[in-house]
C-alpha cells in the first residue's frame, strides 16, 4: 500500500459507498490522484495540496518542472522547492464531482450504464474531504504534516482543520474564507446560468465531448474576469485591440481583454465538463464552515492545526480583509493562526502566478513559523492578525 | 417650437441624416423626449439630464412625483427639488441605440422597411451627443445652464462639456470616467456574449418582442451584479435562501442574490431590446474623452465648463479613485473642478438610490457651488481634488 516515488496519475476506488453531506450516498467512488516524494517510515511527511475550482491532480510535474504552465503548482513542489519532495510526502487528488479521473457528473451512473449527468448528487466541500479522507487512510496515511489550498482548494484545506483536528499539524489557506458572499454567488450563477442557456446543454444529458461548448466558454469567461484585478487588467490589456483570434462581431474591432477572456473560456471548453462546472460551483456556493456544527460558534475552536491564512492584495473576489477576518477569530479563540498579506496585481489568481512570493511564504511558514513574527530581509512586516492594519 | 410645460413623451425627428462619429450616416432620427418646467424667453435656463445604459427619457413623472420607481431621477426633478423646475427647463431624451422611442436598431430601416438589427451602424457617445444637439437646437436652445448624468450619461456630460465647450456652464458627472477600463469592457462583453448565445437571438433578425430574453436576462444578471457593491449585497442578501421565485434547479435551494438577479433580469427583458443593449455596451467601451482631437492631450482643455465630479464610494466598476483623477487633471488645467464622493453601500447604482444625498449635492452645486469648499454641517468636508485623500 506505501508509494514508492511515483509522479504518474493513479486510481483508487473506494471500498465502500460515500455517504454525502446532504442526503444520500455515492455508491461507488473512484479518486485520481498523484504523489511526488516518499512516504516516510512512521508516515509523518504527507502534506496534501488541493486543487482550485477548474484544477486537477497534476499539482507537479518532475518531467518539466521548470514550466509553471505543466502543473498548477509546479515551481512550488520538488526537490529544494517549497514542498520539499525530499523531505515531504505530497498527494494531491481529483475532486468529487470533478472531471479529470475522480467520479463526477460524467462518470457512468452504476444504475443506469449512462453517464451520471443532473442524476448526480449536490456535493459539498465536506463531501471532497471525506472522500480525500477515505483516499488517504486507504494509502495508510492517519496525519498530515500539512493541508494546502486556494480558493475552494483552502476551503478544503479549512474543513480539514475542522473535521480532522487531531489529525492535520498545519493548514496553508490562500485566498479562501469560512464561506463566500453574495457577490461570489451571483458571480457563480451567472456562469452557470451561461452553461444552461447553450442549447447544447439539453438538460445536462449531451454526449461526453460534445458538450455546451459555447455556455462553458462564457462561464469562463465571467470566471477570468472575476480572477483578476482591475489594475492587473490595465497594466496587461489596458484599451489595447485584441491581440488573439476573436469570434466574428457585428461592432467592429474587440479589445484585447475580450480576445483574452474568449482564449481562456475555449481553453477550458476544451479540457473540462460542464456538469462538474455546475456542481463544483455549487459546493463552493454552499460551503460554510459552520454548518452541521451544534451551533454556528462551534466549528473553529475544534481546529487544533497551526493555520496560516493568506490574503491576495488585489483579490475582489475572496477580499484580503475576509481572509483576515477568519485568521482573526481564530488568534481570538487562542489558536496559533498567522495571516499574510501577499502584494500583487493577479487578483485572486495570484496564488497560482506570485512564484517567488508564494514559495517565500510558504518555505517561511514551513521551516520556522515564528520567524513570520520578524522583520523580513524585504522590510515587510509579519504579523499576527491583530497588528495587520 | 417653445415648449410648455408638459411631461409626456414626444418625438422630434431630425431635419437631416446625423453623421456617425466612426464613419457613415444614419438617414433618418427620431429622438424620444420629455420636457419639465418652463423654458425662460431668453432660454438660459435649460438643464440636460441624460439617462444611464438602460435608461429612457422619463427621468420625472409629475403625476408620481413621490415614487422613486415611477421615473429614474424623480425624486431630483420637479418644483422645489433639486433640479427646480420653477427655475429650470429640464429636458431627457432616450439616447441613439435605445429603444424607447429613439432611433436605434429596433427601428424600421427605411431602406428595407424591416428593423435595422445588425444592420445598425456602430454608434458611439459622441453620436448621442451630436443627436442631443441637433435636437436642442430644433427646440431653439443653444445653451445648457447644466448638463447632468450618470455612468454613461455622465459620459455623455463630459463630451458635451468637451465638444460644445462655449454652450455649457456646468457639467454634473456621477460615477462616470474618461473612458471604462478592461475589466468594465470585459463584463459588457460577457453581457453581449449571452446575449448572442441565446438561439432566440437568430443573429439578431428576431422578431420584435420574440427575442433572446433568457440571453438578455443573463446579461442584465451581470450588469446588476456589477452596479452594485459586495458590502450592499451582505448587508441586503447575506446567504440567506431565496424569497423570489427563482427558475427550476438542479442543484437544489437557490440563495437570495440568485431570485434577486432573476427578477431584475426578467424585468429587462420585458422591457428592452437585446440588440439595442448591445450597441448601447458597445458604445460605453469605445468612448475615449480622447479620442478625434489631434493629441491625447487636447479635448480636456477645451472644457469651459464648471464641472462637478462625483464618485460613488463603494463604486468598484467605476471607482471613485478614477472620477477623481478626473477632476484632478481638470482642477490641474486650471478649470473649476469639484470632486465630491458620495458615501454609500450601493455601489455604482448609489446614484440612482441616495436619494437626499444627491440632491444635497446637487442643490449645493447649482445653488452655491463656492459653499462646497466650506464644511458641512454633516461635519463632512468637501475638497478641490488635491485635498482629496
Known amino acids: 500500500m506505501l508509494q514508492p516515488l511515483v509522479s504518474a496519475l493513479q486510481y483508487h476506488t473506494l471500498s465502500r459507498p460515500l455517504p454525502l453531506w446532504r442526503g444520500g450516498a455515492l455508491s461507488s467512488v473512484t479518486v485520481a490522484y498523484e504523489t511526488w516524494g516518499t512516504l516516510s517510515p512512521t508516515r509523518d511527511n504527507v502534506v496534501l495540496v488541493l486543487h482550485a475550482l477548474t484544477g486537477d491532480s497534476h ?134 446560468n451561461a452553461i444552461m442557456l447553450d442549447p447544447a446543454w439539453c438538460d445536462g444529458r449531451y454526449v461526453p465531448g460534445r458538450g455546451p461548448d459555447a455556455g462553458l466558454k462564457l462561464a469562463r469567461m465571467v470566471g477570468m474576469l472575476t480572477y483578476q484585478s482591475s489594475e492587473g487588467q490595465w497594466l496587461r490589456f489596458g484599451r489595447e485591440p485584441a491581440s488573439r483570434p476573436t469570434s466574428p462581431s457585428p461592432l467592429g474591432e474587440k479589445f484585447d481583454i475580450e480576445g483574452y477572456l474568449e482564449y481562456q473560456g475555449r481553453a477550458l471548453a476544451r479540457r473540462f465538463d460542464a456538469n462538474s462546472y455546475l456542481y463544483l460551483t455549487r459546493a463552493m456556493d454552499l460551503y460554510d464552515v459552520a454548518e452541521g456544527w451544534e451551533s454556528g460558534q462551534a466549528a473553529l475552536p475544534r481546529i487544533q492545526a497551526r493555520t496560516l491564512h493568506v490574503g491576495m492584495s488585489t483579490d475582489w473576489l475572496y477580499p484580503p480583509e475576509q481572509v483576515r477576518d477568519l485568521a482573526q477569530k481564530l488568534h481570538a479563540l487562542g489558536k496559533d493562526a498567522v495571516y499574510r498579506e501577499l502584494p500583487s496585481v493577479h487578483g485572486h489568481d495570484a496564488f497560482l502566478k506570485e512564484w517567488p512570493s508564494m514559495a517565500r511564504i510558504i518555505d517561511d511558514y514551513l521551516e520556522a513559523p515564528r520567524a513570520l513574527l520578524a522583520v523580513e530581509e524585504t522590510g515587510q512586516q509579519a504579523t499576527t492578525p491583530q497588528q495587520a492594519s
Open 59 to 192: 499539482a507537479a510535474d518532475p518531467h518539466d518542472p521548470d514550466n509553471p504552465k505543466a502543473a498548477w503548482w509546479n515551481p512550488l513542489i520538488g526537490p529544494g522547492r517549497a514542498f520539499d519532495t525530499d523531505r515531504y510526502f505530497v498527494i494531491c487528488s481529483n475532486v468529487l464531482g470533478g472531471c479529470q479521473g475522480t467520479t463526477g457528473p460524467a462518470s457512468t451512473n452504476p444504475e443506469t450504464g449512462r453517464p451520471y449527468a443532473l442524476d448526480f448528487p449536490v456535493i459539498t466541500v465536506q463531501d471532497m474531504v471525506r472522500a480525500q479522507r477515505e483516499l488517504l487512510t486507504a494509502l495508510g496515511i492517519r496525519r498530515l504534516a500539512a493541508v494546502a489550498g486556494g480558493s475552494i482548494g483552502g476551503m478544503q484545506a479549512l474543513e480539514w482543520a475542522v473535521r480532522y483536528p487531531a489529525d492535520v499539524d498545519a493548514a496553508l489557506l490562500f485566498g479562501a474564507t469560512e464561506r463566500i458572499g453574495p457577490q461570489a454567488i451571483g458571480f457563480n450563477a451567472i456562469g452557470r
